[in-house]
């Protein structure tokens, strides 16, 4: 066991404004499981770029141990898998990596064959039992459940849960309770640590929230109160300041140096009053300042006359001789929330695209309702450039609505000055998510829209989409999200 210890962190873009830490201090035990979470934009990967010595900064950061960063890095994905072990780690024994892979259900086979024919699934378990056959390091495993199934991120988190070291940046809650002990939070105005997994977490910062919360309307008086008086001392100041000038009544003038002693000394009395009443009422703004905002959203899905949206009868997807998927069949009904579920490469992907009109190889019978709307969100950000603005005129959507939405999502107005190719993955998404949200459609397609996205903005959508049910059809991998939503589940 030993310690990482951070000492007056303080860092900031070149040529930003944002500050994204602010002389912060902690210390972390290396034997630690520790989950890591926040909003998105908060410093998550800024900072463990800043382990990995990425950027220069003020204040310390002392461990004894290395950082590895997964994904590591691959540079030539055609190299065969076992050429790619040895690239990040040189010196290891076969059984070893074997023993490694067979925890992770991965086939020795796969080291012989090239790296890019693995799947992603495949490729995020063999790069973390290489890492963590490294002795003497420490893993910062940033995101890694973006590319695993269902049943992949279960095999994951049980293999983590059984390992120690690591600090791991994940938004799937049932991920994190599985195989974390520790959770580290980035805040608004702070980073604590906490024992225990993310649920543990999660319900102590509500019973935080909801006692800062009942105290609110108290604190709001009491500032309003210490306000007024600093006000009033305020006045006191000016008013013993013009008694410096002396006092002259019929019979005699005032000593000026006597009034200005006692007006010296009243006015340090003051200043002080003054500033002690200015600290309380910091103090008390502070204690509002970590409450997480869960506004609710709104949504105005159209109506459409008929209750049945779509109908797939036998259909079958080719790529080639190839099929992604084949005898699928399901009714798309009015008000259905239906999750589409399956392994990664079993057509899920394939199956939305054609619903929404690609022109895809296929077979069977796809019955869609006439003039039937829909809105599309892609896993792919990468098309997301220029500023919002010209992005919402564009999609033809209202461009205050998109704005406000995003606000809520925990876009600061910052943000909104900015190029989306600079946003984070979790904000591109969120991009997606609200221009879909403002679309007058009859029906909603989300192909895996949580990637990236942070946790309370996940409950978020969540608690939009129960309480507006709109007609969603979609794929997720987050196991909460999906028993939380969906109505209805078709598995391929």
Not at 23 to 46: A, C, P, V, Y
Not at 125 to 144: G, M, Q, R, T, Y
Not at 248 to 268: E, P, S, T
Request: charged share 30%.
């Amino acid at each position: 066991m030993s310690l990482i210890q951070v000492q007056n962190l303080t860092f900031a873009y070149e040529g930003s404004y944002d500050t994204i830490f602010d002389d912060i201090s902690f210390q972390l035990d290396t034997d630690w499981k520790l989950g890591f979470t926040g909003r998105n934009g908060r410093g998550k990967t800024t900072f463990l770029n800043l382990l990995l010595g990425k950027y220069e900064y003020e204040g310390t950061i002392h461990a004894s141990v290395d950082f590895d960063y997964f994904p590591f890095p691959v540079r030539n994905r055609e190299s065969n898998t076992l050429d790619v072990v040895d690239e990040i780690l040189p010196d290891y024994e076969y059984w070893q990596l074997s023993r490694e892979l067979s925890l992770l259900k991965v086939t020795d086979d796969a080291l012989y064959r090239p790296f890019s024919s693995l799947s992603n699934g495949e490729q995020t378990k063999v790069l973390l039992a290489a890492l963590f056959l490294k002795e003497n390091s420490f893993l910062l495993i940033d995101e890694p459940t973006n590319h695993l199934d269902l049943d992949g991120r279960q095999i994951v988190s049980d293999y983590l849960k059984a390992k120690k070291g690591f600090i791991l940046v994940s938004h799937d809650r049932a991920f994190l309770d599985n195989c974390v002990d520790h959770i580290l939070s980035i805040n608004k105005t702070n980073i604590e640590i906490q024992r225990g997994n993310f649920t543990d977490w999660r319900e102590n910062k509500q019973r935080r929230d909801d006692f800062e919360l009942a105290e609110n309307e108290k604190l709001k008086k009491d500032i309003k109160r210490l306000s007024e008086a600093a006000k009033r001392t305020g006045k006191w100041s000016d008013e013993v300041e013009k008694t410096k000038t002396g006092i002259r009544n019929a019979d005699f003038f005032v000593d000026r140096g006597y009034i200005g002693h006692k007006a010296a000394k009243m006015m340090k009395r003051s200043k002080s009053m003054e500033r002690r009443q200015q600290e309380a009422i910091d103090e008390k703004s502070k204690l509002l300042k970590n409450i997480e905002s869960s506004e609710q959203l709104k949504l105005a899905q159209l109506a459409y006359h008929k209750s049945r949206l779509v109908e797939l009868d036998r259909v079958a997807i080719r790529y080639g001789e190839k099929r992604a998927c084949e005898d699928v069949n399901f009714t798309i009904e009015q008000g259905d929330r239906i999750a589409l579920m399956g392994r990664n490469g079993s057509g899920k992907s394939s199956l939305l695209k054609l619903i929404c009109g690609e022109a895809l190889d296929y077979e069977g019978t796809l019955r869609l309702g006439s003039q039937l709307k829909i809105s599309y969100v892609s896993q792919d950000t990468s098309h997301l450039q220029g500023g919002l603005t010209e992005y919402a005129r564009s999609c033809g959507i209202d461009e205050s609505l998109f704005k406000s939405i995003l606000r809520k999502l925990d876009f600061a107005r910052v943000q909104f000055e900015k190029d989306m190719s600079a946003y984070s993955g979790g904000q591109k998404k969120k991009v997606l998510i609200a221009r879909s949200l403002c679309e007058r459609v009859h029906l909603h397609v989300w192909d895996e829209p949580l990637n990236f996205v942070d946790v309370i903005s996940r409950m978020q959508i969540e608690e939009l989409l129960l309480e507006h049910a709109p007609t969603l059809l979609f794929v997720e991998h987050d196991s909460e999200f999906c028993a939380n939503i969906a109505t209805k589940v078709v598995r391929l």
